[in-house]
């Protein structure tokens, strides 16, 4: 069964320090997104992206945050200078297309800390 | 008033009993109703979807969409104790998924 594939598993950085997510879509998914969950919070939406630009970003997602999709099949989400308070579980987000675009699968997840 | 709302539990019961989860949402936008499995450390699995009002069923699950009074709910039968998970109930009016905050179901034997 296909599957959103994340890297690394588990990222530990130093506050301040550069870091960058990883994920590999399902193979026909046009549609990605990035959430993210703070230990023992909800799921919180951060970014979509279609069609090589941002669709729409939560207002977490301000100017510390950036993705791309460098070479049409990875999807990364990067955090320039990484805080305390981004230490969370990231989740990477594919669908397909039109109405099914709604309808999104999920990674395992990248655990980030930050110290 | 939050957005989607769903009580955390923890919710305990016995094996092959019948477990109803259940979220409230504030958002008449919502077209999208999701129920996702998530183990501790996990990434969310997503085990059924409706669109707009009704009911869907797969094997021992049963998703119900009631958009009249904002409410939606996932049922399942002969819970097994490789239920135990936490289940998360979001939606959608764009693309953008709304979460709650997910009830914790533990099975026991």
């Known amino acids: 069964e296909p599957e959103v594939t994340q890297t690394p598993s588990h990222q530990v950085t130093q506050m301040g320090q550069e870091v960058i997510l990883r994920c590999v879509p399902i193979s026909n998914h046009l549609y990605f997104y990035w959430y993210r969950q703070i230990l023992g919070q909800k799921v919180e939406f951060l970014v979509s992206f279609y069609n090589n630009e941002i669709s729409e970003k939560s207002e977490i997602f301000d100017d510390q945050f950036s993705v791309e999709r460098p070479d049409g099949s990875n999807f990364t989400l990067k955090i320039r200078s990484t805080k305390l308070e981004d230490s969370a579980m990231y989740f990477c987000a594919t669908a397909t297309s039109g109405t099914t675009k709604n309808i999104q699968y999920f990674g395992a997840g990248t655990r980030l800390s930050v110290l | 008033q939050k957005e989607v709302e769903q009580d955390p539990g923890p919710l305990s019961v016995p094996e092959g009993a019948i477990v109803s989860l259940n979220c409230t949402y504030s958002?008449?936008?919502?077209?999208?109703f999701m129920w996702y499995r998530q183990y501790s450390r996990k990434g969310p699995e997503l085990l059924m979807y409706t669109y707009s009002s009704g009911n869907k069923e797969d094997g021992r699950f049963t998703a119900q969409v009631d958009k009249s009074s904002k409410y939606i709910s996932l049922f399942i039968r002969d819970s097994q104790p490789s239920d135990s998970a936490t289940y998360l109930c979001a939606m959608s009016g764009t693309d953008k998924l709304i979460f709650g905050t997910g009830t914790r179901l533990q099975v026991f034997p």
């Open positions: 958002n008449s936008a919502f077209q999208y």
